[in-house]
């Protein structure tokens, strides 16, 4: 499970040979936890603050071309 990205209170991270859609996980320190779709940003599954969903939304469009090139790689 690489880390992508740290921003301190939370990051995102791949899973390898995880299931369609490609998605990252962004995971709290709290333990809370969301699967966001790479392709259109949309919550697949848990809950998180607005807040810290916001900036991680805007990281994964950012950087989207990049991250499904990875989740290609690790699939």
Do not use: S
Not at 48 to 67: C, F, H, K, Q, S
């Amino acid at each position: 499970m690489p880390t992508l990205k740290d921003f301190g209170g939370f990051r995102i991270v791949m899973f390898f040979k995880d299931h369609n859609p490609p998605h990252v996980h962004v995971i709290m320190r709290t333990g809370q936890r969301v699967t966001v779709a790479i392709r259109d940003g949309r919550v697949l599954a848990g809950t998180m603050p607005p807040t810290v969903l916001r900036v991680a939304r805007a990281w994964i469009v950012e950087n989207r071309a990049a991250l499904l090139t990875k989740w290609n790689e690790l699939a």
